[in-house]
Structures are given as C-alpha cells and as structure tokens.
C-alpha cells in the first residue's frame, strides 16, 4: 500500500504562522525605529551608538544555525517558535528600561542595551528560524510563493501598524509610558504567537523525530550538500545587494536634491510602497495565476533592481529630481520581487538533499542573511563617505548605486545555476545523492 501522502498547511494555517511574522515585526520595530530616536534625541548620544546596537542584534543572529539544527533534532519546532519570542520580548523590555538608566548612568545603561539587543537576536534567530523551517516542511509547493508573500506581507503590517500607534501613545513621552507600552506590545505578541502556534504541528508530519546527533555533524552534514553551499552564496551576495542602499538613499536625495527630511522620509515611504506591490505582484501571479516559476521571478527582481539603481544614479547626474521617486518605487517594487521569490525558493530547497534538515539549512541561510544586513548597510555608508573624499555628492553615491547594480547582476547570474527552472516549478535544483 502506498504510503499516504503528507498533509499540508491549509491557507488558515499559513495565515496563523503569518502572525507570528507580524508579532515578530511588532516587537523588533519598537528596536530600531523608537528607541533609535529616543538615544539620539532625547539622550543626545551619537548616532552610531544605536547603529553598533542594530549590528550587534543581527551578528548574534549568525547562531540561526543552532536554532535550525535544535528545531531539527528536538521533536517540536513550535516550541522553539515559542522560545524565541518570549526571549525577544524579554530583551525589548530591558532595551526600553536601559533608556531610562542610561539618562542617570550611561555605563549601566549601555551595558544592559548590549545585553539586551543580544536577547533580541536571539530571540529573533531562535522563533524566526523555526517559523520559516516549519513552513517549509508543511507548505504544498505550489502555495509556496503565496506563503511568503502573506508572512512577509504580515510581519510589514506588524511593523506599520505598532510603529504608528505606539508613535501616537508615547506622547506625552515618559520612560514609565515606555515601559508600560513596550511591555504591552512584547505581551501581546507572546500572547498572539502562543494561540498562533497551538497545536498547528499535530497531524502535519512537521515535528522531526528527536536525535542526538551533535551540532557540528548536523551542520558540515548540510554544508556538504553542494545546492545548500551555492544558496548560501546567493543570499549573502543578493542581500547584500538588497541592504546597501538602506542608509544612503535618503542622504543622497538631501545632498544631490535639497529635499527636506520629510520629503526624504516621503521618499522611504514610496519605496517601501513599491516593495509592498511587488510582494503582492509575485504571490498572486506565482500561485494565483501560475505564472512564471519562482527562478524567474528572482531574477528578474535582481535585473529589474539592478535597471532601478542604474536609473537613479544616472538621475543623480542629470539633477532630474521629478523621476527620482518613481525610480525610487521602481527599486522597491523590483526588490519586493526578488525577495519573496528567494523566499520561496528558499522554502523549497529546505525541504531537500540528507535527511529532514530543513532548519539547519533555515538557520545557515538566515545567518547568511543577518551578516549581509549588517554588511551591506556598513558597506554602502561606508563606500559613500569613501568616494565622497575625492568626488561630488552625486557620482559619489552614483558609484556606489552602480556598485549595488552589479552585485544585483551577480546574484542573478547565480540564480540560473542554483535556483531550479520552470520544470521544477521553481524548486531549487538538487541531484540524487547530493
């Protein structure tokens, strides 16, 4: 008899692991967004304090691995997903009470932010990591696109939504109403995730049987695989990519254009408009329509991104500032292709090659990532005020536009190789034995 075939996640499942991206948004927003504003601000402090902080949060985030490997091994990933987000919401509450010791005693305070944005990363690598692991193993390949599309799309309305209501309740700002609202937001997400999860591994085959194989055996098992290895190396060179314009798009518009902060924070805001679409775009023609397979999708995200940051820089030269916000909603609509389409990707390929692995590679593609995230946003700062020693404003930043271009063309290159064609129904190639 043959044997019965797995059970996948329906769409109200998929929905149900979406808000736990969305609580994951919910809590991380208020790190680098709120009390970004609050160090440099109200407690004066350099601009690049809660910058080491940010980096640190995502450098703690090269342990993905572990997280994925622990998912594996330990018979339930939900728990991990449960875990995690109750270690990141402890480290946001501590991150907003050290707002309130640094304004008497930096160092203390300062301490308690190291520790606290450690707690974040690893919270955020544990529950993240096995989300993703867990949606990889119970999604039917052809919902695979959509699935990424509606988490994404919910971790993005998480981070919209508490950044504007908890803007609004902060005012008039005290670190006691800090304290009460970051603890409300890290309670609720805690509370939401734990009715999100509840029992949606039990009859799905999800759960991997429990082993005792040790970490490095299970990660070198994975880094063997030759497909596994060469997505490695496509996420960290199209994420790089993805983040080096991150800090420099609105200095380049207030340097080369004369736009206002608010006009550049405008400016932010179409962008991440266009990636909302472009997001939307692939999941409803991938798996609504059944058009284009997702290696197409990627690539031509990569292309499409690399055309948007040519064109801006080539605006930069010119001074036309009318086509600088189309081109900017250009970029992000591109860049919101190429990321669900990977995502997608990256589900897919999970979910092949030694044994039931699917969050150890979750966790060597998420800790590839993180470092690309932190990598890119220093690279592309730092190669601005590199060029802008000996140039201009405009080729200075265009430079390092086309710079952010090329790698784009890279990583679209090697999604020909490592990514599987329209055959595959856009599934990652991986050969017997691999």
Do not use: K
């Not at 609050?38 to 703690?60: D, I, K, N, R, S």
């Not at 736009?259 to 932010?268: E, F, N, V």
Request: aromatic share 8%; hydrophobic share 60%; glycine share 14%.
């Amino acid at each position: 008899m043959p044997p019965a075939p797995a059970r996948t996640l329906s769409w109200a499942g998929i929905v149900r692991l979406g808000l736990v991206q969305l609580c994951l948004g919910a809590v991380v927003v208020l790190m680098t967004s709120t009390l970004n504003r609050l160090m440099v601000v109200e407690l004066a402090l350099p601009a690049v304090l809660p910058g080491f902080l940010v980096a640190l949060h995502y450098g703690v985030q090269i342990t993905r691995p572990t997280w994925g490997f622990l998912a594996d091994t330990g018979g339930s990933r939900t728990r991990w997903v449960v875990i995690g987000m109750a270690v990141l919401g402890a480290g946001a509450w501590l991150a907003a009470y050290a707002v309130a010791v640094a304004d008497g005693h930096f160092v203390a305070g300062f301490a308690l932010w190291v520790a606290a944005y450690g707690l974040i990363g690893l919270g955020v690598g544990a529950a993240g990591t096995s989300l993703l692991a867990l949606l990889a193993t119970t999604t039917a390949p052809r919902r695979r696109a959509a699935a990424a599309t509606i988490t994404w799309l919910m971790m993005i309305a998480g981070i919209a939504v508490t950044a504007t209501v908890v803007g609004r309740l902060l005012d008039p700002y005290s670190d006691a109403r800090l304290l009460a609202i970051v603890g409300a937001v890290a309670a609720g997400a805690f509370t939401v995730t734990l009715a999100a999860v509840a029992g949606i591994e039990r009859g799905l085959d999800a759960s991997p049987e429990p082993e005792t194989m040790p970490f490095r055996a299970g990660l070198a098992e994975v880094w063997a695989e030759p497909a596994a290895r060469a997505f490695t190396v496509f996420v960290f060179l199209s994420m790089t990519a993805y983040f080096m314009q991150e800090l420099i798009l609105e200095p380049f518009a207030g340097l080369v254009f004369g736009l206002t902060p608010g006009q550049t924070t405008q400016l932010s805001g179409a962008q991440n408009g266009g990636v909302f679409l472009g997001m939307l775009t692939v999941g409803i023609a991938a798996t609504g329509l059944r058009i284009g397979s997702l290696r197409a999708w990627v690539i031509a995200g990569c292309l499409g991104s690399a055309a948007a940051l040519a064109l801006i820089a080539s605006i930069g030269m010119r001074g036309t500032a009318a086509v600088l916000t189309p081109a900017a909603v250009a970029l992000g609509f591109c860049n919101g292709m190429f990321a669900v389409a990977a995502i997608g990707s990256m589900m897919a390929l999970a979910g092949q090659g030694r044994g039931r692995r699917e969050g150890t590679r979750m966790g060597l593609w998420g800790a590839a990532q993180a470092i690309a995230a932190g990598f890119g946003g220093l690279a592309g700062a730092g190669l601005a005020d590199l060029m802008r020693l000996g140039l201009d404003a405009a080729p200075a930043f265009g430079a390092v536009f086309l710079i952010e271009a090329a790698l784009f063309l890279a990583a679209a290159a090697l999604a020909l190789r490592v990514i599987g064609g329209p055959a595959g129904a856009g599934r990652p190639q991986l050969h017997p034995g691999e």
